[in-house]
Nanobody, 120 residues
Framework: QVQLVESGGGLVQPGGSLRLSCAAS????????MAWYRQAPGKQREFIAH???????SYSDSTKGRFTISRDNAKNTVYLQMNSLKPDDTGVYSC??????????????WGQGTQVTVSS
């Protein structure tokens, strides 16, 4: 099995920065795509950023230019650097990873989520 452990959430003032991390461990043989999503209170989960194995990135319109997704392949970890945070960025941030898992083939996994609160 594969486990995703997220960290880095917290309370930050508007205009501040946070960096989220999501480390994948277990019997994952080859990670393909990694991504971040968030769910604000009372709203559906929304896409934030995506990073392919080849390094191509995509972002939601609301975070483009402020957030940066990156990965450390040696550590099987994906990061989300969040700058110029706004109150609307508040929510539970979850990471997504898909790839080839030993003995199971292609699988996708979600992290448990980490709370980000942007407030003065």
């Amino acid at each position: 099995q594969v486990q995703l452990v997220e960290s880095g959430g917290g309370l930050v003032q508007p205009g501040g920065s946070l960096r989220l991390s999501c480390a994948a461990s277990g019997s994952i043989f080859s990670i393909n795509a990694m991504a971040w999503y968030r769910q604000a209170p009372g709203k559906q989960r929304e896409f934030i950023a995506h990073l392919t194995r080849g390094g191509s990135t995509s972002y939601s319109d609301s975070t483009k230019g402020r957030f940066t997704i990156s990965r450390d392949n040696a550590k099987n970890t994906v990061y989300l650097q969040m700058n110029s945070l706004k109150p609307d960025d508040t929510g539970v941030y979850s990471c997504y990873v898909d790839g080839i898992v030993d003995g199971l083939g292609f699988r996708s996994y979600w992290g448990q989520g980490t709370q980000v609160t942007v407030s003065s």
